[in-house]
């Protein structure tokens, strides 16, 4: 059981306070049988060039990584950014009819679909609900090329389904080497070995696979970042990137720091916020979209020289890039003609 901690929601008029110990929360899921869109078209950072497409079958997340940028999304819905986000989990049941139907009438224009971009795409939940497995399916059946992030090895249930795709990659979001060193960030989160794992059984069955180290938080874990490239290398990675912290509102901020305080000791947190301040030219939070992924400092580029290094020495190629425009093949399932 977790306590309740929210930072206050800026979409409220009104916020409540505890008096005294907040109370535990449980996971609460919810079924969200209004969808009516799922494929959600997104500008993509650099290192994957344009725009991407992405298939979200969940709201929320229970791996609660501390800097996630999607905890926002969370306030859209009138709950709060901190464990709100973790414990009240909303589903949509209708995802994959909705993404047949959209896929008929967009399948001759859809480049590439990510799974995913709000949460998790096989957090526990997909274990019984399987929406994301049903939507691999209806990907198989259009052959549209298809993207995976994710953090959990659950993935691998579905290299059936991945294998029947004529362009597909699997990346794993790996920022810490190590579970002591992941455990203030990412508490919830499958070990970093069992990920390696899971990474080498994907890799075996000829799937394309890469890892990304992401976030780098400042001052904490770019010693990390040798070693992650070697074991994923070692786990048949061939692709690799890096992108730095962002913390993309107030409320991730407010969330983020209070959790540093909580699991990590003092100077140790001052480290972290006075480095990533260097960064972000005096706060916590960068200026701009463009520099979001990117710090302002020579220990930046340091950093981004030690990625550079290892990852030529390692033959990774690099990130995840545009696929190439090609025209597509006729699809399993007929698309709509268009009137004019």
Same mark, same amino acid.
């Given at each position: ?14 916020? %409540? ?30 290192? *994957? ?9 969940? &709201? ?13 999304? =969370? ?34 224009? $859809?480049? =590439? ?13 997909? %274990? ?110 061939? &692709?690799?990137? $890096? ?10 901020? %407010?969330?983020?720091?209070?959790? $540093? ?18 960064? &972000? ?16 400092? *020579? ?10 290094? =290892? ?21 399993? $399932?007929?698309?709509?003609? &268009?009137?004019?």
């Amino acid at each position: 059981m977790r306590q309740i901690t929210n930072p206050p929601n800026p979409y409220n008029q009104y916020s %409540a306070e505890y008096v005294g110990e907040p109370p535990p929360t449980k996971l609460e899921i919810f079924e969200e049988l209004a969808t009516k869109k799922i494929i959600t078209k997104a500008f993509a950072s650099d290192w *994957e060039g344009g725009w991407r497409y992405t298939v979200n079958c969940y &709201r929320g997340c229970v791996h609660g990584c501390t800097y996630c940028f999607a905890r926002q999304y =969370h306030e859209y819905l009138g709950y709060g950014a901190g464990t709100d986000f973790e414990t009240k989990i909303v589903v949509k049941p209708n995802a994959p009819q909705i993404l047949r139907q959209e896929l008929k009438k967009t399948r001759d224009k $859809m480049p =590439h679909l990510d799974f995913s971009f709000a949460t998790d795409p096989y957090l526990p939940l997909e %274990a019984s609900y399987e929406l994301t497995r049903k939507c691999l399916e209806v990907c198989v059946d259009f052959q549209v090329p298809v993207g995976v992030i994710t953090k959990a090895p659950l993935v691998t249930r579905d290299i059936d389904l991945l294998k029947k795709l004529k362009k597909v990659s699997v990346f794993f979001s790996l920022p810490f080497l190590t579970k002591e060193k992941s455990n203030p960030f990412e508490p919830y989160t499958p070990v970093p070995e069992a990920r390696f794992r899971a990474m080498r059984e994907i890799a075996d069955a000829g799937i394309e696979v890469g890892i990304g180290i992401a976030p780098i938080i400042p001052g904490y874990n770019e010693s990390d970042i040798p070693g992650l490239l070697e074991r994923a290398k070692e786990s048949g990675a061939t &692709r690799a990137f $890096m992108s730095m912290l962002h913390l993309d509102t107030d409320s991730i901020e %407010a969330y983020f720091v209070q959790k $540093m305080h909580e699991r990590l000791p003092p100077t140790r947190v001052t480290k972290i916020i006075n480095t990533i301040k260097r960064e &972000r030219g005096g706060t916590l939070r960068h200026a701009t979209y463009k520099d979001r992924m990117t710090g302002k400092t *020579e220990q930046w580029e340091v950093t981004k020289k030690l990625f550079d290094f =290892h990852a030529k020495r390692l033959g990774f190629s690099r990130g995840h890039e545009k696929p190439v425009e090609t025209e597509p093949e006729v699809a399993a $399932m007929p698309v709509q003609q &268009r009137l004019f």
